[in-house]
C-alpha cells in the first residue's frame, strides 16, 4: 500500500508532457460552464481500486471534464458518460460497489480491481501522441509493480491493449506476433492473461458498437480467469 500511494505521488506531481499540462491547466481555469463553481483536479490523474487486485483496468486517458475535474479515473463524466457505463459492468461482477462513479465522495470502492490509464493527463481531442504514450507508461509499470496479484489485464480501446502488451514486454513476456486487438478477446501467457475490449467512450456506446451486455461479458470472463487461477501464482 505505502509503494502504491509512492507511486501517486509520482504521477500527480509529473509534468513531462508540456502540451498535456498546459491543456489541462487552461482546462481547469477556463471550466465548461455546468462545472463552473467547481475546483478542477487539473493535474494528472493517479490509478484507482484495491491495492490486492487480480484485475487491471488500462484505459485510454481522463476525460477534459470528467477525470480532469474530479481527480478519479473514469469518474465525473455523467450519468451517460464512459464512467457509469464501466462501472455498471464491474458492479454487476462484484468488482465495483456501486453502479456509477459520478464524484471522490461517492462512495465507490473496487474490490479485486484496479483502474488506470495509459496517459495520466487529458489530452486534446482525446489524442495523445505516441510521444506521450511513451512518456506516461513508466508511471503504468510502477503501478503495476505494486499491484503484485494482478493476473488479468483489460485493455479498453487499442491503446490501452497496447499498454497491456507492453506491460508484460517489460516483465520478458513479450508475445510475437503480437495478438489483435478486438472486444473480449484473450490471450494467456506464462500466467497472465490479457483481453481486449471496446473502449466505453460515448462515441462507441452512443453508436450500439458497444452495448452494455457487451461489456459486461468482459467482466464475466475477468471473474470466471481469477476465480479460476490459483492463488499466490508467481509466472
Known amino acids: 500500500m505505502a509503494r502504491l500511494a509512492s507511486v501517486r505521488r509520482e504521477i500527480i506531481t509529473c509534468n513531462q508532457c508540456a502540451r ?20 478542477y483536479w487539473g493535474r494528472p490523474v493517479p490509478g484507482f481500486g484495491d491495492s490486492h487486485a487480480r484485475v487491471l483496468v488500462i484505459g485510454l486517458a481522463p476525460a477534459a471534464h470528467g477525470a480532469n475535474r474530479t481527480g478519479r479515473v473514469f469518474t465525473g463524466d455523467g450519468p451517460l458518460g464512459s464512467g457509469d ?10 468488482f465495483a460497489s456501486i453502479p456509477t462513479a459520478r464524484h471522490t465522495a461517492d462512495g465507490l470502492t473496487l474490490t ?3 483502474i488506470a490509464a495509459a496517459v495520466r493527463c ?14 506516461c507508461h513508466p508511471h503504468l509499470a510502477a ?17 490501452g491493449y497496447d499498454a ?19 472486444h473480449d478477446v484473450a490471450y494467456e501467457t506464462r500466467g497472465f492473461t490479457v483481453i481486449g475490449s471496446y473502449h ?13 451486455p457487451m461489456m459486461e ?5 475477468a471473474r470466471r480467469l481469477v476465480d479460476g487461477k490459483a492463488q499466490g501464482f508467481q509466472p
Open 85 to 94: 457505463f464501466l462501472m455498471r459492468a464491474m458492479h454487476a461482477h462484484g
Open 122 to 135: 487529458a489530452p486534446p481531442a482525446n489524442k495523445p501522441t505516441p510521444g506521450e504514450i511513451a512518456a
Open 20 to 39: 498535456l499540462r498546459t491543456y489541462c491547466e487552461r482546462v481547469a481555469i477556463e471550466k465548461k460552464a455546468a462545472y463552473r463553481h467547481e475546483t
Open 200 to 212: 466505453p467512450s460515448r462515441q462507441n456506446t452512443n453508436t450500439g458498437r458497444l452495448t452494455p
Open 112 to 114: 479485486d480491481a484496479f
Open 217 to 221: 461479458a468482459v467482466f464475466a470472463r
Open 164 to 182: 497491456a502488451w507492453r506491460l508484460l514486454a517489460g516483465r520478458g513476456l513479450v508475445v510475437r506476433p503480437r495478438p489483435p486487438f478486438g
Open 143 to 159: 503501478e503495476m509493480a505494486a499491484l503484485p496479484r494482478v493476473r488479468v489485464v483489460i485493455g479498453l480501446g487499442r491503446i
